[in-house]
C-alpha cells in the first residue's frame, strides 16, 4: 500500500525538513547561488512568502518555496521545487506547484516566473505542462539558461473553477 500524501505550508518546526530538502536539490542540480539558512527562515516566516512540503506518510519528500517579486506589478517566483527520487511519479511536484499557484492567486498575483537550466528537461517539461512558456530574462541567476512564467487566473475565474 502507497503511504498517504499530504501538502502543507510549512512553518518554523518544519525548517529542518525544509533544510534538508532544499541541500538535496542544491546538491541534485549543483546550484551555485544558494539562500542560506537565515534566508530560508524569511521564507517560513513571512506572510509574503511561503514554503510548501509535501509528505509520504511522515517522510518530508519534496518542497517548493514562493517568494513575491518586488520590482514587478502583482508577480512572484517559484523557487527550488524538488522531489526526492525516491517519492517522483506519486504526484508530489503537482501537488506542490498548485498549493502555491493557490497561495499566489490569493496574494494578487497576476503572473508567477520562474527559472532553470537547459539540463533540466523533465522540469522544463513539467512547467510547460502546467501552463508555463519561456518568457525574457527577469533576474540574475548566473547559471539559469531559460525563463518562463504563467498568467494565473483572475480571483473570479478562480472562483467558478472546480477544485479536483
Known amino acids: 500500500m502507497l503511504d498517504s500524501i499530504a501538502v502543507r505550508r510549512a512553518s518554523i518546526p518544519d525548517a529542518s525538513d525544509v533544510f534538508r530538502l532544499v541541500q538535496e536539490y542544491y546538491d541534485a542540480v549543483s546550484v551555485v547561488v544558494r539562500d542560506d539558512r537565515t534566508k530560508l527562515m524569511d521564507y517560513l516566516t513571512s506572510a509574503e512568502s511561503g514554503v510548501w512540503l509535501a509528505y509520504c506518510g511522515v517522510t518530508a519528500a519534496g518542497c517548493i518555496l514562493y517568494h513575491p517579486l518586488s520590482e514587478m506589478a502583482a508577480a512572484g517566483e517559484v523557487k527550488r521545487l524538488y522531489v526526492q527520487p525516491a517519492f517522483r511519479r506519486r504526484g508530489l511536484a503537482q501537488r506542490l506547484l498548485e498549493e502555491l499557484e493557490r497561495f499566489a492567486l490569493g496574494h494578487g498575483d497576476e503572473w508567477l516566473y520562474l527559472d532553470t537550466n537547459d539540463s533540466l528537461q523533465a522540469a522544463i ?23 518562463m512564467r504563467k498568467k494565473l487566473p483572475s480571483r473570479v475565474q478562480a472562483r467558478e473553477e472546480p477544485r479536483p
Open 125 to 147: 517539461a513539467f512547467y510547460e505542462r502546467n501552463g508555463y512558456f519561456r518568457c525574457a530574462r527577469y533576474n540574475e541567476n548566473p547559471q539559469a539558461t531559460i525563463f
